[in-house]
């Protein structure tokens, strides 16, 4: 089983659509969760970091589920902008820093 | 102010070429990594500095060598690269290497864009 993994898509949605992207992690003891968003061709940037009470930032809602080791990030409302591709990203404690990278899920957004 | 700045944001080399690309922050972070991104794929690390100490090789090619001057800046110094070496090189930065949370969280910088002939 891949450490981290995602539904790569392409999710073409309408403007104004609700998506979910879903990932699933291998290693139980990880400790922090994030998504990431990344732009053609840009360095990924940090979307929101995902708790296990579940956290929202704008039309933007992230959750964690440590029983099922998923992570979940749902977007309302998409915008034209939010076309990117969207890295779920796992740290496990004492791993020096190691980020594990989901493969990414593609999001396009269309009018 | 979450910013890595790197340079240079675009570099073409021959295979004979010697070249550095470096990584700059003024967070106080005291963990800074590179990574190598391939067109559609995921970032892929490289090396991790914990407090200007090498802590991670992941098992990376010799030409690939790392260097930490002081707690701001971290350079990669490239000899006899490979075309297929050419990729997006990326560094990150975060407060601390091992801590839970947000004290974890990697700042990217915009990446060099490496081209080997």
């Known amino acids: 089983r891949k450490e981290v993994e995602q539904d790569p898509g392409p999710f073409n949605v309408p403007e104004g659509a609700t998506v979910a992207f879903n990932c699933t992690y291998s290693?139980?003891?990880?400790?922090?969760f994030f998504w990431y968003r990344q732009d053609c061709r840009k360095e990924p940037k940090l979307l929101m970091s995902?708790?296990?009470s579940g956290n929202e930032d704008g039309r933007f809602t992230a959750q964690l589920n440590r029983a099922s080791q998923y992570i979940s990030l749902l977007i309302r409302d998409s915008k034209l902008s939010d076309s990117a591709t969207y890295l779920c990203?796992?740290?496990?404690?004492?791993?020096?820093?190691?980020?594990?990278f989901g493969k990414g899920t593609k999001l396009s957004v269309k009018p | 102010d979450t910013e890595v700045t790197q340079t240079p944001k675009h570099l073409v080399m021959g295979m004979t070429n010697k070249k550095s690309l470096k990584c700059e922050q003024h967070m106080g972070h005291r963990a800074m990594y590179w990574y190598k991104q391939k067109a559609k794929k995921p970032p892929e690390l490289m090396f991790v500095?914990?407090?200007?100490?090498?802590?991670i090789n992941e098992s990376v090619p010799s030409r690939f060598s790392p260097e930490c001057p002081n707690s701001s800046l971290l350079n990669l110094h490239l000899h006899a690269l490979q075309p297929e070496d050419s990729a997006l090189y990326l560094c990150?930065?975060?407060?601390?290497?091992?801590?839970?949370?947000?004290?974890?969280?990697?700042?990217f910088g915009a990446g060099t864009r490496l081209s080997v002939l």
């Open positions: 290693n139980s003891a990880s400790q922090s």
């Open positions: 990150a930065s975060s407060q601390d290497p091992v801590g839970a949370g947000a004290k974890n969280i990697q700042y």
């Open positions: 990203v796992v740290n496990s404690r004492g791993s020096q820093g190691n980020l594990i």
């Open positions: 500095y914990s407090y200007e100490k090498l802590s």
């Open positions: 995902v708790y296990s």
